[in-house]
């Protein structure tokens, strides 16, 4: 089994906030993700896939055909977007790096497999000192 990860990166802005709470309480749990008129994120991607090479390439899986379609069904929905309010699988959703990173699996996850290789990881680098995993 060998894995290979494609790195993409893509900005966008959110805001964290729960209804239920004060103004006070949100600034105290999210913080500057709390800010009323939301702020931006400059977000690295990771995506890991596995499986064993291709007889015929030596390939796991194309990187460019990996990275073609984290363009077409990640990128291009969420680059220079609002993640509350541009990106239909986050609608309803905290627009967390957990809750990111969970959607992206599940855009990818089938499209990949189409390809004969599994999903492994998705990585989501929301900061310099944040990154959550998420392995399905
Ligand atoms: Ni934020």
């Known amino acids: 089994m060998i894995f290979v ?3 993409e990166h893509f900005n966008a802005a959110h805001k964290l906030w729960n209804d239920r709470w004060t103004p006070e ?3 105290e749990v999210f913080g ?3 800010n009323p008129n939301f702020h931006g994120h400059n977000y690295e991607l990771h995506v890991t896939v596995k499986g064993e090479p291709n007889p015929d ?3 796991v899986m194309n990187a460019k055909t990996l990275g ?5 069904k990640i990128v291009e929905v969420v ?3 609002n993640l509350n309010m541009d990106v239909p699988f ?3 959703k905290f627009t967390s790096a957990e809750n990111l ?3 992206i699996w599940n855009e990818l996850k089938d499209e990949i497999e189409l390809q004969h290789c599994t999903l492994h990881c998705v990585k989501l680098i929301e900061t310099r000192s944040i990154y959550v995993e998420y392995y399905g």
């Open 32 to 34: 500057k993700c709390s």
């Open 68 to 72: 073609d379609l984290i363009k077409t």
């Open 25 to 27: 309480m949100n600034k």
């Open 5 to 7: 990860t494609r790195i």
């Open 90 to 92: 986050l609608f309803g």
């Open 79 to 81: 680059d220079h977007c």
């Open 101 to 103: 990173a969970i959607g």
């Open 57 to 59: 390439t030596g390939f």
